[in-house]
Nanobody, 121 residues
């Protein structure tokens, strides 16, 4: 059994900052790429940022220069530092990870429960 637990969401004024955390736990054999997605009301879920085990990261254009993704491989944790937040960043943010569980050769995708980020104007 594998779990992804997010924390760090909340309400912030435009221009403010938040830091999201997501920790993976359970029978983890290998933890590959981790990422953050978000879903605003009435919109599709979109990839915000992802990071490989080697630290190579990608970002959607709308957050480049404002958001930074990082990870602590020893703690199986991924972070999303969000600066200069805008009202359009308001969404539920979901952690995502590719994980091979112990005694398996298959990589599966796991999701966290989501954390609400609300940016007021």
């Amino acid at each position: 059994q594998v779990r992804l637990v997010e924390s760090g969401g909340g309400l912030v004024q435009a221009g403010g900052s938040l830091r999201l955390s997501c920790s993976a736990s359970g029978s983890i054999g290998r933890l590959n790429t981790m990422g953050w997605y978000r879903q605003a009301p009435g919109k599709q879920r979109e990839l915000v940022a992802s990071i490989t085990t080697r630290g190579n990261s990608t970002y959607t254009d709308s957050v480049k220069g404002r958001f930074t993704i990082s990870r602590d491989n020893a703690q199986n944790t991924v972070y999303l530092q969000m600066n200069s937040l805008k009202p359009e960043d308001t969404a539920v943010y979901y952690c995502n990870a590719e994980i091979r569980v112990l005694s398996s050769y298959v990589l599966n995708t796991y999701w966290g429960q989501g954390t609400q980020v609300t940016v007021s104007s």
